[in-house]
């Protein structure tokens, strides 16, 4: 039987006509996953589980039951989440070989939805990365230029949808963990505002930013999956209450829409000037199409990466003290009598370079003489920013911006120079750190010949406009974009 993806409804209308089964899926991305090892996206696959979950959805059909939401639909999910009874590593040496004990909420909605997990994607350690070369199972590698990096780091995540070893994929954003990389595979990624899905079952990082969030190949097919996560939870005391909306609905109106931009993101010295014309060549359109494109004031950006960082490692630090080799993690064979040397040993060689410099800077931020320099300042540009977003959005329906600054980088070039690593967030970590919802979307395409996109984003809890201007992007600017 034949197999061909390219949206949840195609394929259930195949479903439905008896022109492909669950398990014929199944097994065809079973074979693109084998094909394709060498990209290094995917670190451990369900084969076994998929298949018998097909089983029982092609013959719940079979007997006539009617096609679930997300029947069939094969997804792959970051290394940072749990499935029960499955490895979940974060991609650190500290957890290899443990066993999630629960689900997390958002993959139990998506099982209860019909959904097939086919396997956990490459990442980098504990989240914490912008190219996915910090991960204990070695670097994933992008599809479209294999001497590229997929972003990161949720880069298996990424690459697993870009190369069509599953249909869709989760991820987790702390700071733009998936919207860069999608960005730098030329697929859509969404972020969704911070707690509209639950984090119950996501191994923590940032824990006032993380956020699930998922890749497909289209803006509707992220939407469906999207819906089926969100909502509140009782098992995560901050997500929200809001309702969820069908955001998977099309809307056919002509609204003209409010498109916001801050100056200085296209000012920015380190900005691609072919990323900087395309992005205005699009405003120019959207004002062709009657739509407002205004830039706002802004002059906070050179504030925002180093904000994220001091907050997120704070965070940081608190979170991964759990992993001690006593409650988790790897235990040294380093024999000691003394607790503090034990923790150490466990630590060390359990958690990765990268890990263990921003346990440092968190240790650093939070320490007693430099807490009010630091983690309070820095509380207080969060603030600043919050306050400057609620201003955007009561004039604004969205406020656009790159993703990146530039197309996917070369392996290697930035791993010796962190601050050049971090840099490269700052489109991103604005969403995370005001807590909205935030989709980029692949329209453009450089001369390098890598992908890029367009970053949306819109106010908290309006999830609902930013599809609704994201099917308008997609399907107006995609094919014929510069
Ligand atoms: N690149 C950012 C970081 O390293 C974002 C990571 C993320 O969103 N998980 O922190």
Redesign the pocket.
Known sequence: MSFSFTSIPQYHQQLQSGATTCAAAVEYFLLQIKANMHLNALVAVFEQEARKQAEMLDASLAAGNALLPLHGVVIAVKDVICIKDQPVSAASNMLKGFRSLYTATAVQRLLDAGAIIIGTCNC?EF????SNENSAYGPALNADDTTKVPG???GGSAVAVQAGLCMLSLG???????R?PADFCGVVGLKPGYGRISRSGLIA?GSS??CIGAFGKNVSDVALVFETMAGHDPFDATSGTQPVQHFSTKANDDTKYRFAYFESTLTLPGLDPEIRSAFEALMEKLRSDGHTVEAVPFDLLDFIVPT??VL?TAEATSNLSRYDGVRYGHRSAIETADLTEFYKHNRSEGFGAEVKRRIMLGNFVLSSGFYDAYFTKAQQVRQLLCSQTATVFSSYNALLMPVSPTTAFTAGSHSTDPIA??L??IY??FA?LTGIPGMAIPLFQHTNGMPFGLQVMTNQWDELTLHRICYYLESRFAKDAV
């Open positions: 980098d989240a914490m990365g912008s990161g780091s949720s987790s954003d702390t700071g733009g963990s998936v860069q990082y930013f993380d994220y960082y997120t690593m971090y490269a967030d991103t970590v995370n």
